[in-house]
């Protein structure tokens, strides 16, 4: 993927201490889905989550489900590491800076035939009439009890019309649900006698002690998070903020936990053709992968960092040791003598034609924040890329990530080293104690980004 993967994805677990706790070679992995070449987020998600290859656009379904036509879901569902880490009995969370019932998310726990489905209000009557359920109604129903959700996604989550509380007055970010269910609501019935708490600011999140939650919902936006440039630092945690708060409230179980972690707007950043903003986002990931490498182990926490597809976005241009990566390559086109970005897309909202010629581009601010880099193509969102991208591992068994292996094999390791889900015959030997000295109940750990460098 070179720099141009969409989405960063670092699954950790803490196990016990093993032989194999360095870092591991890079291991490449294919992200088509099993109907594309070049993939989409849901049908990545569901690989690197459920560890089953879906088809574009579906999240938890396998590639006999069908895209949109609902009556293709019953049968072919296919449950997650995050289920295979509770059903164990480790706690488990989901951190986003997108909507919590975006793609990569949302194949974590719902089981739905057509990623947009967020609410009932964005689902054909059909649908609804055939039994399926939006994404956001089975957050809560499908794994009544993940211990951690954060991220945006507010406006799913009420009745049709209901003022949103940070944004009464724009309509907007209004509630979107027909069904007239307040989930927020529903949720917080049902954990207030279980130290759960909900909160949809940066200073009530903060207000809390974790050592004193064990059920955490936060949603701090109507729809996804502002990008890290543009974030209200005062109303808005980071996602390293959200990080921090997460794994010190998961870490409390003596059997360890799983966390998803997804720096999603990396990838929005790009389809904008915005390269600065998904840069920036970029280092936020790096910044709350390094808060979560303080907070946990290599001794006993796997750690992977990966992407879920990659950008048609490149740079180049020869550009000298200490240039801006925002700036001018340092030589004129020889084909219209223009000056050019090091920073380019393959297609996207940035192409521009003034007079009949490309934009000089030295006659407009190309370092401010949302500036759109040059594109070949036309297009109003740029599209994903079809290479393969890479994974970065360290902690127990990061050696089997290593070589090139098919991205629904992630999952099926994460497993593995942590003997949940299916596959557990190495865990024990028949006198029913531990077989490897890397099994033991502990902890799992997930951080999923959306990044711009694989």
């Not at 649908?127 to 399926?132: D, N, T, V």
């Not at 921090?244 to 904008?272: P, S």
Request: aromatic fraction near 8%.
């Amino acid at each position: 993927g070179g720099e141009r993967a969409g989405e960063i994805v670092s699954l950790s677990f803490s196990v016990c201490p093993c032989s194999s706790t360095a870092r591991a070679p890079m291991l490449l992995v294919p992200t088509y889905n099993t109907n594309a070449q070049v993939p989409d987020s849901a049908g990545t998600a569901t690989a690197y989550l459920c560890g089953v290859k879906a088809n574009e656009g579906t999240v938890g379904v396998s590639a006999a489900a069908v895209k949109s036509q609902c009556n293709t879901t019953r049968g072919n569902e296919v449950t997650s590491i995050l289920k295979w880490a509770k059903d164990a009995g480790k706690s488990v969370g989901i951190v986003t800076t997108t909507r919590v019932n975006h793609a990569t998310p949302s194949a974590a726990y719902a089981h739905c035939v057509d990623r947009d489905w967020y609410s009932d209000g964005d689902m054909p009557a059909e649908a609804l009439q055939s039994g399926c359920k939006d994404i956001a109604r089975q957050l809560f129903e499908n794994i009544p009890d993940i211990d951690v959700i954060m991220g945006g996604g507010r406006r799913n989550m009420y009745p049709r019309n209901t003022p949103d509380v940070e944004y009464p007055g724009d309509k907007k970010h209004n509630g979107t649900r027909k069904d007239g269910r307040n989930l927020v609501g529903e949720w917080t019935d049902r954990m207030k006698d279980k130290r759960g708490y909900y909160v949809w600011n940066r200073k009530d999140l903060f207000s809390l002690n974790p050592n004193n939650v064990d059920y955490l919902l936060g949603l701090f936006e109507p729809a996804d998070l502002p990008y890290e440039l543009e974030r209200n630092k005062e109303t808005d945690p980071s996602l390293t903020e959200m990080v921090d708060v997460a794994i010190k409230i998961l870490r409390k179980n003596e059997r360890g936990f799983y966390l998803l972690v997804e720096g999603g707007r990396i990838d929005h950043g790009h389809h904008d053709g915005k390269a600065k903003q998904a840069l920036h986002e970029a280092v936020e990931m790096d910044r709350a992968i390094t808060r979560a490498g303080l907070l946990t182990s290599i001794y006993d926490t796997l750690t992977v960092v990966t992407a879920d597809h990659s950008h048609v976005f490149s740079f180049g241009g020869y550009t000298h040791r200490g240039n801006s990566i925002f700036g001018l390559a340092p030589i004129m086109s020889d084909i219209d003598q223009k000056p050019f970005t090091s920073i380019l897309y393959g297609n996207g909202p940035g192409f521009k034609f003034v007079n009949g010629a490309r934009e000089n581009v030295s006659t407009v601010d190309y370092e401010q924040n949302n500036y759109q880099a040059q594109a070949a193509v036309p297009l109003s969102m740029e599209t994903h890329g079809g290479e393969d991208v890479a994974i970065f591992s360290k902690g127990p068994l990061a050696h089997l990530l290593h070589g090139v292996q098919e991205q629904h094999y992630i999952p099926h390791v994460m497993a593995y080293a942590a003997c949940i889900g299916q596959n557990k015959g190495h865990c024990h030997t028949n006198s029913g104690s531990p077989s490897l000295s890397h099994i033991s109940p502990t902890l799992a750990l997930l951080l999923s980004i959306k990044w711009l460098l694989c």
